[in-house]
């Protein structure tokens, strides 16, 4: 699929930037007194209204890329909200990060060419890395939530993979995604009791700069460089994401996440700067 040339550089950094203001999220979920349905509902509300002041315009494009790109982003912040009440943290964000893996089989099952060797090595080193993040909250999770997780990551792959194509138009798809979120956890929003000024703050916070801004860098770079390659960048989030937290809130940070930390980001520097060279056409 034919990506834009300009300042694959730039692509790279919008995609890491993307991936380090997700990583923001678990800290303010955190300072938010409601279930997890109900903040991915409020932010996903303030992110679309974010994307429609920014881009000046409330006009959508309804096409095949649009629709099913906003309904994988939209299942994918669902089942991982849903996910995070039924399993750990750690455990979701560690299923959901499967999806590189997924992506590579997308690619290869509908363009029908093999993998190459890097795509598969990097992914299983980013892969072991995740885990190590999580491993000491490993197995405490719930069954069904954990299948939830996994299958958000399944989603997240198709995400990447639809707003690759040169025909897609990733910033209608995120509009129509975030739109979708907020109905579906509407009813789980109004049923909350506190709507006090700081959480209304950090769900602005929330919506407008780790959904919205970030997903407003991820239109922009993933049109730049390979689906593969921002999928591998991206996965910096699950391992900053931990950091914060410590940073923030003085949570202590085991030796499995620092191993973690420094398997996904050496393997993702490697393959940022080797890989895409030899990335596929998606």
Known sequence: MTRKQDSPALGYISVLA????????????????????????????????????????????????TITGGLAMAATTTLFAYA???????????????????????????????????????????????????????????????????????????????????????????????????????PALISEQDYSIMPLLYILILGAIQLGLAYRLLEYGIKRIPAVSASFISTIEPVMNPIWVAIFYHEKVGIYAVIGSVLVISATLFYSVFGSKSAQGV
């Not at 509300?45 to 409330?58: E, G, N, P, W, Y």
């Not at 999770?141 to 997240?156: D, E, P, Q, R, W």
Request: hydrophobic share 50%; net charge positive; glycine share 8%.
């Open 18 to 65: 993307t991936a380090l203001l997700w990583s923001t999220g678990g800290l303010f979920i955190k300072l938010v007194p409601w279930s997890g349905l109900s903040i991915n509902a409020a932010r996903c509300a303030v992110a679309f209204l974010f994307k429609i002041i920014t881009r000046h315009s409330i006009k959508l494009e309804f096409n095949k890329y």
């Open 84 to 186: 995070n009440k039924l399993t750990t943290s750690a455990n979701a964000i560690m299923l959901q990060y499967s999806f590189p893996m997924f992506l590579i089989l997308i690619i290869c099952i509908t363009c029908r060419t093999r993998p190459k060797t890097i795509d598969i090595v990097t992914s299983i080193i980013i892969t072991l890395g995740v885990f190590f993040c999580c491993l000491d909250d490993m197995g405490s999770g719930g069954l069904f939530g954990n299948a939830l997780a996994l299958v958000s990551g399944l989603t997240f792959a198709l995400y990447f993979f639809i707003n690759a194509n040169e025909h897609s138009k990733p910033d209608d798809a995120n509009c129509i995604g975030f739109l979708i979120s907020f109905l579906i956890g509407f």
